[in-house]
């Protein structure tokens, strides 16, 4: 089923309008429409998985160091693993464990805490020695390796599957799609939305749900609402077909660096976060920038430094000022909600925020509390404890 739209213009009218067509759009598209929401109509400047989600490869883990980042993660892996039978779509879900690479005692120190909070919420993660870390993945070296830390429920699945099945059951549920459709305004009364502004004409609505990745703090300027989203760029690349073929390992990642690689159709997968990236919604796939990574594998997995690469990606990070999501519901008006600025974690918890923005409009009590993930955090300075940030 088609999911873009084929009219010249929009609806008029909508009770919802969610603007933003990547994971946490179709998701929250799907869930609204599943518990029998109607008149729902999303807006997409480009085609759906544009932005972030587009990337071509996401990692899915619940080994976070916060309880309300690994209840989201745990969510979301368990509706990952559900996906053929709810929406029903194949995301080709690999569950080959993620594999975090730890490197001087203070690491391995943080990441035992981390691990019994994980292991209390009922995450399988567990520390293993740098030998038995090699055993996963025999790619590394164990030199200079203190700990390593892994769970087998983790792994890696497709976005552009999972948008698209999100899509696909939401358009047989009555969701409008209305994709390179651009928000040109919003329109407010008092302390309402009352009507979203595109290229494609004006929509009038009960309640707008802010999804926009990486271009939010646009969309909440419109309306005066502060939604702190800066744009970086990150890459990854695509080995040449590997002959013999790269065993299975988990995604495993060098915490120190950052640098991460997994298995990729007949190859592997590199990425690595350029520490000096400026902001911006460039995209530009940059070749030089593999040497930061080979820079770092010649230490930590030698074999990878000289394997060619095919190809690579660019895409967009939409980061916080704390690396935590801002998900929750206007103060200021009270029928605008949002859930934008995953710093990189937006793929792997969108089921679960998907969850909770149908919760929030039905004013439901959400399966877990996430009001420290109010954007009016910065205002009042109760911000949330920042993750790590890695992948």
């Avoid at 013999?244 to 990642?253: D, E, L």
């Avoid at 792997?348 to 109010?374: K, N, T, W």
Wanted: glycine share 10%; hydrophobic share 40%; charged share 20%.
């Amino acid at each position: 089923m088609s999911t873009s739209s084929t009219f010249r213009t929009v609806p008029p009218t909508a009770d919802v309008v969610i603007i933003g067509g990547g994971v946490m759009g179709a998701s929250t598209a799907f869930h609204l429409a599943e518990a029998g929401v109607k008149n729902i109509v999303l807006v997409e400047r480009g085609d759906l998985c544009f932005g972030s989600s587009g990337k071509p490869i996401g990692g899915v883990r619940a080994q976070f160091s916060d309880p309300l980042n690994i209840e989201l993660g745990s969510r979301s892996l368990r509706a990952f693993q559900d996906f053929p039978h709810r929406p029903g779509a194949d995301i080709r879900l690999d569950s080959v464990g993620y594999l975090f690479l730890l490197t001087t005692d203070r690491q391995a120190a943080e990441f035992e805490v981390s691990v019994k909070t994980q292991n209390d919420l009922g995450v399988p993660s567990r520390m293993v020695n740098p030998d038995e870390a090699r055993e996963l993945c025999p790619y590394i070296s164990t030199d200079g390796l203190v700990a390593a830390v892994y769970s087998p429920t983790d792994g890696h699945a497709r976005p552009g599957l999972v948008v698209r099945g999100y899509a696909d059951a939401a358009a047989r549920a009555g969701v409008t799609f209305a994709t390179h459709t651009n928000v040109t305004g919003i329109d407010t009364a008092g302390d309402r939305v009352t009507a979203v502004h595109t290229d494609r004409g004006r929509i009038a609505c009960s309640t707008v749900i802010c999804t926009a990745g990486a271009w939010s703090g646009q969309i909440g300027d419109m309306v005066g609402i502060s939604l702190p989203v800066r744009p970086v760029r990150r890459q990854l690349a695509f080995t040449k077909p590997l002959t013999p073929p790269a065993p299975r390992i988990p995604f495993t990642i060098d915490f120190a660096s950052s640098a991460y690689f997994h298995n990729s159709d007949d190859g592997l997968l590199f990425g690595l976060a350029d520490p000096d990236q400026p902001d911006g919604f460039d995209t530009t796939w940059t070749p030089e920038w593999l040497e930061l990574f080979r820079d770092v594998a010649r230490h930590r997995a030698p074999e990878l430094a000289d394997m060619e690469v095919a190809d690579g990606w660019a895409g967009l990070y939409e980061v916080t000022p704390d690396h935590n999501a801002l998900i929750g519901r206007s103060s200021e008006l009270g029928n605008f909600l949002y859930a934008a600025g995953f710093s990189g974690h937006g793929f792997l918890q969108g089921p679960a925020v998907g969850e909770i923005m149908r919760d929030l409009y039905l004013d439901r009590e959400p399966f877990v509390d996430i009001s420290p993930l109010s954007a009016d955090r910065f205002r009042t300075g109760a911000e949330t404890r920042p993750e790590a940030h890695v992948v």
